[in-house]
């Protein structure tokens, strides 16, 4: 692709199983353009966490390349690649992972903390993202006093504030009821259209991959096809 923020080829990956060694990825080749609002489906066990795993540099391939934003993730040391998922990926898991004790704004402005933003800016900035996600008013409220699509819309609100190049969600809507999943995933195909945000998300959810632009599936660690929607 002429402007591909994401390159693998031959993406490999073993796991021990008793006396067998099992391949959850075997020989992916990938390419995804910036702008992008990708849907991984498959069955479980099809490989596709572990690929998303891969794309996040939480995992590393037995054998393979992979270059996302012109870095090549396999070449960084732990240290660099944390450094570069704080500053070029955005994450949005299905148990919302925010910090208890926090406020929802607390909780967004957290990853620009981390990058060294003043206090006020990245307050500001939070509130205006809890705004996008439709959640002004909630500002101060901490998970526990959130609805489950309360604290997953400020996962995404947290995952975009940085300006990622990417955003990575896994199951991101499996603790969530149809309605307020449907809801959730109608907000980040809109932020994925409104600000260019490239988004892969992997799921086994209809109404996650009724949202697809390009949808992906994999079976037994191999893309078995991809379609334009």
């Known amino acids: 692709m002429a402007d591909a923020l994401i390159t693998a080829s031959g993406l490999t990956r073993f796991y021990d199983s008793g006396e067998l060694k099992v391949a959850a990825l075997d020989g ?3 390419s995804i353009e910036r702008g992008a609002y990708v849907v991984l489906a498959g069955r479980s066990g099809s490989g596709k966490t572990t690929l998303l795993n891969m794309l996040g540099g939480l995992d590393r391939p037995d054998s393979g390349a992979l270059s996302i934003a012109d870095q090549d993730l396999l070449s960084m040391s732990a240290t660099d690649r944390a450094g570069f998922r704080l500053h070029h990926l ?3 898991f299905q148990s919302y992972n ?3 004790v926090l406020s929802a704004r607390e909780n967004v402005a957290y990853v620009l903390q981390l990058q060294g933003m003043d206090k006020k ?4 900035l939070a509130d205006q993202w809890l705004a996008k996600v439709e959640l002004s008013g909630f500002e101060n409220r901490r998970p526990d006093q959130m609805s489950g699509g309360q604290q997953q819309r400020v996962a995404v609100a947290r995952a975009l504030a940085a300006n990622p190049d990417l955003v990575l969600a896994d199951e991101p809507t499996a603790n969530l009821d149809s309605h307020t999943g449907e809801s959730l995933m ?4 809109k932020l994925n259209e409104e600000q260019g945000t490239t988004f892969v998300i992997a799921s086994h959810d209809p109404a996650v991959i009724a949202s697809a632009r390009t949808l992906i599936t994999m079976q037994d660690g191999q893309i078995s096809s991809v379609k334009v929607m």
Do not use: E, N, S, T
Not at 121 to 124: E, I, K, N
């Open 28 to 30: 992916v080749d990938l």
């Open 121 to 124: 800016q990245r307050f500001a």
């Open 90 to 92: 955005g994450f949005v």
């Open 98 to 100: 925010l910090i208890r």
């Open 186 to 189: 109608a907000l980040m195909r």
